[in-house]
């Protein structure tokens, strides 16, 4: 949410291109090209802007100019991508009907920048979303478009025990939310275990829980952090439902009162088949079927482009970046050395733009 400097470059380059836009909270815009043969379809196509807390470790001249900030996740390539399809479409307004909308958008990281484009409307009549994600696991050159769930929800729990203090030595004199706090984490697990499928890929984890001030006093109070993942709308609204359950219940047991919340930072990402199969066709165009992947391995990492495909049909496409002879693009998504083969941009550009002209311009 502090995009400021890169959304006010975003907006220049769409005015150079007389592209109107609007202000999508303080740090996004969305910006729209109409085409000149009249009325027709609408296509959404995404780029996410925002950068991470985390130092610039590579030596280039392109490095990082503001200390403990990198774009270690690609996001400044998408923009750049983006702007440069923005270019060619607005270009070539003579050649498809219909309207492109172009998304600029702020605070993926933290799972809230995409609901702003839903709540504010801006998806609304929208008949198809389209985004892009450069993979630095991919070599430069290859497309990867697979339908169905290819990342996983993200929710954000907490739990707050309530106890009573007493002195250690007297326990029975107090309610220990350290330890119903321990038998909450325990019992957790067994939601995946238990409660779930063998066959459907869940993560319950608790990576946080704070309790007590001293040795000898029995914890008044402890809290507990913790995400789930999921790949599926239904089995997420059960698992967070058995999470408050056995929470509740659990503390219960151990006479203490439990509060429980939870940060929604991104849906289940599912692809629609059709528009998954029309990106690997248009893909293949670009780079060769040979190079265009249809299956990998589901991601257990979230990304709230979700939120974008659960209000219209789309595809999340990958384009790869890894330069076989140069081990510098090598690194992984938020590391402090990550970088990227820039032939991926024209990959991505290229992909956006044959996109949107294929979907606008089919029956």
Not at 167 to 183: M, S, T
Request: hydrophobic share 40%.
């Amino acid at each position: 949410m502090k995009e400021f400097k890169t959304i006010k470059r975003i907006k220049q380059e769409l005015e150079k291109l007389d592209i109107p836009f609007e202000a999508v909270g303080e740090t996004g815009a969305i910006g729209e090209i109409n085409g000149q043969r009249g009325k027709g379809k609408t296509i959404l196509l995404r780029a996410d802007i925002d950068a991470l807390e985390l130092e610039d470790a590579k030596d280039k001249p392109y490095k990082s100019k503001n200390p403990g900030l990198h774009h270690a996740c690609g996001h400044d390539g998408h923009t750049a991508a983006l702007l440069g399809a923005a270019k060619v479409l607005k270009k070539n307004a003579d050649k498809f009907s219909g309207t492109i909308k172009v998304a600029f958008q702020q605070a993926e990281e933290i799972g809230a920048g995409a609901r702003q484009f839903v709540q504010g409307g801006h998806v609304e009549g929208v008949d198809q979303v389209f985004g892009i994600h450069l993979d630095s696991s991919v070599p430069v050159g290859k497309i990867v478009s697979v339908p169905g769930a290819t990342n996983a929800s993200c929710d954000i729990f907490k739990i707050k025990v309530h106890g009573k203090s007493a002195h250690a030595a007297q326990p029975h004199n107090g309610v220990d939310a350290l330890l119903a706090a321990a038998a909450i984490t325990v019992d957790l697990q067994s939601i995946v275990g238990r409660e779930v499928s063998p066959l459907d890929n869940v993560v319950v984890a608790v990576g946080v829980l704070n309790a007590g001030t001293r040795y000898n006093i029995v914890a008044n109070q402890a809290t507990l952090e913790g995400t789930v993942r999921t790949f599926s709308h239904e089995t997420r609204d059960k698992v967070l439902k058995a999470v408050e359950r056995i929470a509740t219940s659990v503390g219960e047991s151990h006479r203490a009162t439990v509060e429980f919340e939870n940060y929604d930072a991104a849906a289940p990402l599912i692809n629609a088949d059709g528009p998954a199969e029309r990106a690997a066709q248009v893909g293949a165009a670009i780079v060769g079927l040979e190079n265009v992947i249809s299956t990998q391995p589901k991601s257990l990492g979230a990304d709230d482009f979700a939120d974008f495909l659960a209000e219209a049909p789309g595809v999340y496409a990958r384009v790869g970046t890894r330069n076989l002879k140069d081990s510098d693009t090598w690194y992984g998504h938020h590391h402090e050395n990550f970088d990227i083969d820039e032939r991926g941009l024209k990959v991505a550009t290229e992909l956006h733009v044959c996109y949107a002209l294929d979907f606008l311009n089919s029956n």
